[in-house]
């Protein structure tokens, strides 16, 4: 059945289960590192196997570190200690990648066309590269767009949130 589905699914209608993008190997945006939340991620379970690191994201990263601005330094060094931390961390397997991708100048350009080479998602913060990324045919894992999932419901209908709700007044 399965074999057949992989032959005629796509023409049919039909195609055979997806993985997760989450099963894939995972390259990190500079996005990811800076906000550093990743570590929790990790941390709680929601994150694990292989994270790619790549030799522009770690070289955007010394850039920022290297800056004279007070605000892009501390992004850097946050972004570097970060991926420091991570390569500690259990659950993960941190694999720095050396390749470069010639004749394509954007960090961002370069992140879509090794997660393309390597058959990885790619995990990011930023909408608007998750967005182009997609379009490419790259998985992407959006940290952004799963904070800002709709909350749980209850069996009634009802939205669970963290706000505070007025019972009755008085």
Known sequence: RDS????????AGMAPPSSAAAAYPKIIDTSV???????????????HGQILL?????????????AGDDLRRGKGRRGLE????LKRESGVEVVVLDDTVPGVPEVDAKLVRLAIDRDAALLT????????????????????ARALAPLAHD????????????LRQG
């Open 82 to 85: 970060v991926l420091e931390t």
């Open 54 to 66: 790549t030799a522009p994201v770690i070289g955007e990263l010394q850039g920022f570190a290297d």
């Open 155 to 166: 069996r009634g209908g009802r939205r669970f949130s963290d706000e505070p709700c007025l």
């Open 4 to 11: 057949m589905i992989g032959m005629f699914g796509a023409k």
């Open 125 to 144: 913060l930023d909408t608007n590269l998750a967005k182009a990324a997609g379009i490419a045919g790259v998985r992407v894992l959006n940290l952004h």
């Open 33 to 47: 590192a800076i906000d550093g939340r990743i570590v929790d991620v990790v941390r709680a379970g929601f994150l």
